[in-house]
């Protein structure tokens, strides 16, 4: 049974342009959570999705934008990007409900 | 909303010797509490969660952890270290609707052979 997979691994842009990241989750899971994990800090969460819909948003601007497709696989899309944005993107997959998460190795964003 | 703090950035700790990586919490609600570990250029892996039932919770890799609800705090403790427990451990917590977890900044625990 796959877990939550990321693509790609590894990602080099330069400032302004645009990015798209992608999860697809662990078997069963219906619900992608986005997080965005900083050199030395914990994550933060970006936005869950479920049933297509975004359900909640951390504080993140609306350069940050997502989509989940009909079989829950996610992508996250990051607009006009700043060198802040550089970072490890890690999605969690999980069950609709106070569910546990499970994360994917994530993808590492470097924006020069 | 919820937050979390992990009191020690850094814990270096002898093989064999016991460790505890302590965290507290702020809510207002009823919460769910975790403990994820990162190993190096790796995702999170669960190593336990506190959901309900007993404040005394068992993970993987013989680690375990207390919820306290009076001291708002859910430390994580395992009784003998080894080298491959060196990595960065969070605390999370979220509410009852488990739709946003709250991270910790993470303490790197460092095992000394």
């Known amino acids: 049974d796959a877990g939550v997979t990321q693509s790609p691994t590894h990602l080099i842009k330069t400032r302004g342009q645009q990015v798209t990241l992608r999860c697809s989750p662990k078997?069963?899971?219906?619900?992608v959570s986005w997080y965005q994990q900083a050199l030395g800090q914990g994550p933060q969460f970006i936005f869950q999705?479920?049933?297509?819909?975004?359900?909640q948003r951390g504080n993140f601007p609306d350069r940050f934008s997502g989509h989940q497709f009909p079989n829950y696989s996610s992508e996250l899309n990051v607009n006009a990007l700043l060198l802040g944005d550089s970072a490890l993107y890690l999605c969690?997959?999980?069950?609709?409900?106070?569910?546990?998460?499970?994360f994917g190795p994530g993808t590492r964003l470097t924006v020069l | 909303a919820q937050s979390v703090t992990q009191l020690d950035s850094q814990v270096p700790v002898f093989e064999e010797a016991p460790v505890e990586l302590r965290c507290n919490y702020s809510?207002?609600?009823?919460?769910?509490l975790f403990w994820y570990v990162q190993y190096p250029n790796q995702g999170l892996q669960l190593l336990l969660k506190?959901?309900?039932?007993?404040?005394l919770v068992k993970g993987i890799n013989g680690f375990e952890a207390e919820f306290n609800k009076s001291q708002t705090s859910f430390h994580l403790r395992k009784p003998s270290v080894h080298i491959s427990d060196t990595a960065e451990y969070f605390c999370?917590?979220?509410?009852?609707?488990?739709?946003?977890?709250?991270f910790g900044t993470g303490t790197s625990l460092t095992v000394i052979p």
């Open positions: 506190y959901l309900s039932g007993s404040t």
């Open positions: 809510s207002s609600v009823s919460v769910y």
């Open positions: 078997s069963g899971h219906d619900t």
């Open positions: 969690a997959s999980s069950l609709v409900g106070p569910r546990t998460q499970y």
């Open positions: 999370a917590v979220s509410d009852r609707t488990g739709n946003q977890f709250y």
């Open positions: 999705y479920y049933e297509e819909e975004e359900r």
